[in-house]
């Protein structure tokens, strides 16, 4: 086990937790998650992460301040997202707003709207968001646990936009002999009145562990495609349905049906899709993507409705990026027509698909909590390329089974540590 504060550029640092099995790298700036590794089968190690050439600082392609995740539809960098929702009908919100909404979104803590946001200070307000100095992740602490042998990293954010309404702090752990990094979020209400907010993590797979012959899958059965996309922006695969439709017969625009769990790889299309998570009798809900060259296999999870207490967050909707090359222009393209440089799938948990949905209210002072945990192991058997078709898990066990073969994944599948580690270093005084 190791826990320690690296340098990655000039002016950002990350904490990397680690064991025998896994590493993973959470940067300060935003919270990311940007290199989550395991070691394959030949022996060498494979980060499961995308790592983006628009990261959302100095460094992207295009700078016009308007263009950088106007679009709500881009990676949410492997983090969480938090977004006040507004108490107003959708007839209500002007475009203006509506475009702020989309570019707060993608961000983790610094999404507090002022209520008196307006046309004159709109580009001012999008210039604070992005400039990094203005955007801070504070890390409060980090140690190691005597008990369980664990490292954790607590964090917070350190926001100073006007009108605050929320604190947040995030806990992550990673285990002794578990090829697992855990995360709690916790939010606090620091307001008068109530609020409602759109809450849920994402993460984005991508090369080198992604490839042409790796399957995905997911707890989620039936599937809905995205609509509201600008046709002139993606070039789309999948065909629009009236109906909720499964992974393995999802419907194709020149007709017939796919198995979209089979990546094809570069495609020159991207289709964004969501689901309607079914919590009251499951133990979890999860995602997966296996790569059968590297014999790796890439799981988040989160609990269902039977492992959740009183604080808990349900996470009530899955979503899902399959892009494949069909978004040709900045910033995923170098030149406006020219060809995307993106080869990644997005999976996401949230309250919300894509910012809509009901969201979930805190009371004046009140304490909620997401609980979410991202696996990376590699397996023996060879047959589990082929994917799997059960979940199961046990105290100390994940078991994904296909017939006669399994995965078995030493974990805590009801986040009993974590939880602990939680009561002891979260403290919002």
């Not at 064991?19 to 494979?46: C, K, P, T």
């Not at 495609?225 to 499964?246: A, G, N, Y």
């Not at 393209?333 to 080869?343: A, D, K, Q, T």
Request: hydrophobic residues 35%; aromatic residues 10%; proline residues 4%.
């Amino acid at each position: 086990m190791d826990i320690r504060r690296v340098r990655i550029k000039e002016d950002e640092n990350a904490t990397v937790l680690s064991n025998d099995l896994i590493r993973a790298v959470v940067q300060d700036y935003n919270g990311r998650l940007i290199e989550f590794s395991a070691m394959n089968i030949h022996g060498g190690w494979v980060n499961s992460n995308k790592l983006h050439r628009f990261p959302f600082s100095k460094d992207t392609v295009d700078q016009n301040i308007k263009h950088k995740d106007a679009d709500p539809l881009m990676d949410k960098l492997y983090g969480y997202q938090v977004k006040l929702v507004e108490n107003k009908s959708q007839e209500q919100i002007t475009a203006e707003e509506e475009a702020i909404l989309g570019n707060i979104n993608t961000y983790d803590d610094l999404l507090n709207k002022s209520e008196n946001l307006n046309k004159d200070d709109t580009d001012a307000y999008l210039d604070a968001i992005f400039e990094k100095d203005r955007v801070k992740w504070i890390v409060q602490r980090y140690g190691s646990d005597e008990t369980t042998g664990g490292v954790w990293v607590l964090s917070k954010n350190n926001s100073p936009f006007r009108n605050c309404k929320w604190a947040t702090k995030r806990l992550d752990v990673v285990l002794p002999n578990q090829p697992v990094i855990y995360s709690a979020l916790y939010i606090k209400n620091t307001s008068e009145n109530t609020i409602n907010l759109n809450v849920g993590f994402d993460n984005t797979i991508g090369a080198p562990f992604l490839e042409s012959g790796c399957v995905l899958n997911s707890s989620s059965k039936l599937w809905n495609k995205f609509q509201d996309v600008e046709s002139h922006k993606i070039i789309e695969r999948l065909s629009d349905s009236e109906k909720p439709f499964t992974l393995e017969k999802a419907p194709l625009k020149t007709g017939g049906t796919c198995d979209v769990k089979n990546i094809v790889g570069i495609s020159g299309t991207t289709d964004i899709l969501y689901s309607k998570n079914e919590l009251e009798n499951k133990s979890h809900i999860w995602a997966s993507v296996i790569n059968p060259h590297h014999q790796l296999i890439y799981l988040s999870f989160a609990p269902g409705k039977e492992l959740m207490e009183d604080i808990d967050i349900e996470l009530n909707y899955s979503t899902m990026v399959l892009d494949y090359g069909g978004r040709n222009q900045p910033p995923w393209s170098l030149y406006e027509g020219g060809p995307s440089n993106e080869f990644s799938i997005h999976l996401g948990s949230s309250t919300s698909y894509y910012g809509k949905g009901p969201g979930v209210s805190l009371e004046p002072g009140e304490v909620k909590r997401v609980l979410y945990a991202r696996c990376l192991t590699t397996y023996d058997n060879p047959r589990m390329g082929n994917n799997f078709n059960n979940f199961e898990s046990f105290n100390h066990n994940i078991v994904l089974k296909r017939t006669k073969s399994s995965i078995v994944i030493p974990s805590d599948p009801k986040f009993e540590v974590i939880k602990k580690f939680g009561k002891n270093l979260i403290n919002f005084d």
